[in-house]
RNA sequence: UGGCGGGUAGUUCAAUUGGCAGAACGCCGGACUUUGGAUCCGUAGGUUGGAGGUUCGAGUCCUCCCCCGCCAGCCA
């Protein structure tokens, strides 16, 4: 992959999905906008960059554009220095707003204006229950909520407590606005939700010119609305949200009132990452508790720590492209994210030469002070950018300590007594002294092979290239060395679960003397180390602080790391939760309280021949069984007409009810019918179905206007087939070839030629002949 | 014990809307040899949660079952 490539093909998910078919209807006269919404109650992490990637990133995409909001509805948690954090952050991800920095406190004074209105249509009521009266008062998952007694109020009462609250007199929690809309529903976000509650609090943009404020769903779908918002992406747990959003929207008419097509929301899952945690709270505790230096902490998930420990935002966008966007809860592999860091680095980070544990190498066949100048490109060739700097070979140089062993296991590629090795870009040298002190290496001599830079020395074996600087001519460093912050893949109880070694830092690195005047914040690769950058907060010219951004792969073979078992979860977790209510109950239900479809379920079986089963799903309404009756008596054969209702009708309905169509009992027999004695094909037959239970009709005569008459003659059928697969002679070679799950595209391309009349018998019959 | 959403390779996602189950990451192996890197090549990995059914043909449609997530803040 190349830097260009980050702006590829067409990537598919189902958010890109709804605005493409959006997009062809016309459903929002072709406009595309999105939001991206943070409270500014934290610092944005890797999940929200996910969002953002997203909701600009489609925006982009389908010409539209995207408004960063500020969810600012809650003065108690939010404050500047968070939204300007947000705003910095989005921005050096590479996203621009323009002007377009929005604030839900902008609307505070329209949401209050709606409110009233809401109050007026007798749609909301101020309740004085307290909290703990309210919860109890809401009812349970399985039980129904109960009215507040202050549910009654009139319209005129509502307005005139509303306005008290407005005016500022009434103390904090002494009473709410609620929406008045269904405490009975299974859905515990209708049960009356509340859209206002006094907060005597200094907003960070308002003041304290309010002393009540909307709630989340009271300010975000009028937010979205006033916005002319199309696409409203949020993550999974806003799904029963969902419908309050839209009774939002309905009931106050804030998208007429601005002239927009409605908004719509819907939901994607949120981004879950090994090793790391995603939750605002838990990440604020790190920072309070001091387990981390800061929000920046190169640690940290924030978006301000992966810059601080190195990672570009092309890195953090190329992620987002990778994980994609689905509805499935699901937790990311850590080596995606340093995949992704790795791949942008590799075309930007210039190779340089340093040393994290240095061990003093003399090369006593090099004359005291003689420094040879040796040039080394920035990068390697397949990379291929260009730039070099020079370095100095010298008698006294320092290697990795890594990089030497007395007694090396089989298959070491680098120093040893007796053992020749490359320094990188310099001479080859062989190891003929090692020098200890209480049985430590503290030295080694080793004489060079003459003529050996730059082409291989003949009859020397070498074991390995080693990097190396200079002992004088070198730059003295703090290197940090990063892990992960918690120990767990997925920690149950972060703060116990820290990783105690997740910095190391060493104090007395060597770099080489080119680094010397780095940029703070610049990236570098120190060859076969790692990729480091300078520190950007605590970097100085004469004290130098780098970050390890992330190793190099490593593909020593045994090297990696055994699997994490991640469906512990899964098997472990069984369910103590019985069944629910099937659909099987329901119609059971039916029968007991309808003596007719008992009766039904009681004969039908013997009467048409049918398994009890099919009996089963026919007996559930009266509709169904009013349909399957006079089907058959118009002539169709019961088990086919069983058969047709069982399986394709309620795919055809989609939620409505049967009644609502104008599907007909003799219609059904008559289409029966015809499929049963091959008038026309299965397909035909389908598609025939779906008219009459869309739009009613004849199936005879919508079989005649759209010409699906079966056709099963093999002349016919065969000049398809022919043709088919003299426009596929590839897949003819494959299918040879032994790929022979290529007969279903086959058939498949020969039906959807004939508009699924061939009759498909005829059609494999005929492809087994040409094709064997 | 309700409602909503979800289940495709170890992981994250595709699959032209009923017609070839694929990609990337990871893993394992090989090539290369001035990064144990990069690069290139290759292998393995799937009962599409399960069982029935419809269909010439099902990951996709129907039925039943199983599992996971979310919802009862005056947070968002």
């Known amino acids: ?116 209105e809401l109050i007026g249509d007798g749609k909301a009521y101020v309740d004085h229950l307290s909290d703990e009266e309210i919860k109890a008062y809401r009812g349970s998952l399985t039980e129904p909520g109960r009215p507040s007694p202050f549910r009654m109020r009139t319209a005129e009462e509502n307005l005139a407590l509303f306005r008290e609250m407005r005016g500022g007199a009434l103390p904090d ?55 002319g918002v199309t696409h409203s992406i949020c993550t999974l747990e806003f799904e029963n949200n969902r419908e309050l959003y839209d009774w939002v929207i309905d009931s106050t008419r804030v998208s007429e009132r601005h002239g927009f097509s409605r908004p719509h929301q819907y939901e994607f899952a949120p981004l879950n990452l090994d090793y790391t945690i995603m939750s605002k709270r838990l990440l604020l505790a790190l920072v309070e508790e001091g387990s981390v230096n800061g929000w920046d902490d190169p640690r940290m998930p924030t978006i301000a720590g992966m810059r601080r420990r190195g990672f570009r935002p092309e890195a953090i966008r190329a992620f987002a492209d990778l994980v994609g966007v689905a509805k499935v809860n699901s937790t990311v592999d850590i080596e995606k994210l340093e995949f992704c860091v790795r791949n942008d680095l590799n075309w930007t980070a210039p190779r ?48 990795e300590r890594d990089d030497f062993l007395i007694d090396p296991p089989a298959g070491y590629q680098r120093l040893a007594p007796g053992r020749t090795v490359r320094l990188r870009y310099g001479p080859c040298i062989t190891c003929d002294d090692v020098v200890t002190e209480e049985g430590e290496v503290v030295e080694l001599r080793c004489h060079h092979v003459p003529e050996s830079v730059g082409k291989n020395p003949a009859g020397v074996k070498v074991s390995g290239v080693i990097h190396w600087v200079g002992a004088a001519e070198s730059v003295s460093a703090e290197v940090r060395l990063y892990d992960r912050l918690f120990l767990a893949a997925r920690p149950d109880d972060p703060a116990n679960e820290l990783n105690p070694d ?68 899964k098997a472990s977790r069984t369910s103590t939760r019985p069944a629910k209510r099937s659909r099987i109950e329901y119609r059971a239900e039916a029968r007991v309280r309808d003596p007719l479809l008992a009766d039904r379920f009681a004969t039908w079986s013997a009467l048409y021949g049918l398994p009890e089963g099919d009996v089963d799903l026919l007996t559930g309404d009266r509709p169904s069984g009013d349909l399957f009756e006079a089907a058959t008596a118009a002539g169709a054969p019961s088990a086919a007409v069983a058969r047709w209702m069982i399986n394709e009708l309620p795919h055809e309905l989609n939620d409505r009810l049967l009644d609502e169509t104008p599907l007909t009992g003799s219609g059904l027999g008559a289409l029966v019918l015809a499929a049963e004695m091959g008038e026309i094909t299965g397909a035909a037959a389908k598609e025939v179905f779906a008219e009459m239970v869309q739009r009613g009709g ?20 065969a000049a398809i087939v022919d043709h088919v697969l003299a426009a596929h002679q590839d897949k003819v070679d494959q299918y040879r070839a032994g790929k022979t799950g290529l007969f279903g595209f086959f058939v498949g391309q020969v039906v959807r030629s004939s508009q699924g009349r061939a009759k498909p018998e005829v059609v494999r019959q005929l492809l087994g002949v040409r094709l064997d």
């Open 173 to 227: 929690g002494c009473c709410v606005l609620r929406a008045k809309i269904d405490l009975g529903s299974p859905n515990m976000k209708m049960r009356d939700p509340l859209l206002y509650r006094i907060r005597h609090a200094h907003h960070h943009r308002t003041g304290d010119a309010w002393p009540i404020y909307p709630m989340y769903d009271w300010a975000h779908p009028i937010s979205d609305a006033i916005e």
């Open 698 to 717: 004849d199936p005879a005569q919508i079989i005649a206007e759209r010409g699906l008459a079966q056709v099963s003659d093999e002349a016919t059928i």
């Open 502 to 569: 997740s910095v190391e830092v060493i104090t007395n690195a060597r770099l080489e003397p080119s680094l010397a005047g780095a940029e703070p914040g610049s990236s570098w690769q120190l060859e076969r180390v790692g990729y480091f950058v300078f520190d950007p907060v605590d970097s100085r010219s004469d004290a130098p602080v780098l970050n390890r951004i992330v190793t190099l792969r490593d593909s020593r073979p045994g090297r990696a790391e055994p699997a994490v078992p991640t469906s512990e979860v």
């Open 352 to 399: 340089v030469l340093g040393v994290l544990r240095p061990l003093k190498v003399t090369v006593t066949s090099w004359p005291e002070g003689k420094l040879e100048a040796l040039t080394a490109p920035y990068f390697p060739p397949d990379v291929g950018k260009p730039g070099e700097r020079t370095i100095f070979f010298q008698r006294e140089i320092l290697i």
């Open 1 to 116: 992959m190349t830097e260009d490539d980050r702006t590829e093909q067409g990537r598919s998910d189902f958010i890109r999905d709804v605005i493409e078919d959006d997009l062809r209807t016309g459903k929002h006269g072709g406009r595309v906008v999105t939001r991206f919404p943070p409270e500014p109650n934290g610092y944005l992490h890797i999940g929200h960059a996910k969002s953002i990637c997203l909701n600009f990133g489609v925006a982009e995409q389908y010409g539209g554009h995207c408004n960063l909001r500020f969810d600012d509805t809650n003065p108690l948690t939010e404050g500047v220095e968070y939204a300007d954090s947000i705003v910095y952050d989005v921005n050096w991800l590479g996203f621009s707003f323009g002007d377009r920095a929005r604030y839900a406190s902008d609307y505070f004074d329209e949401m209050y204006q709606l409110a009233e």
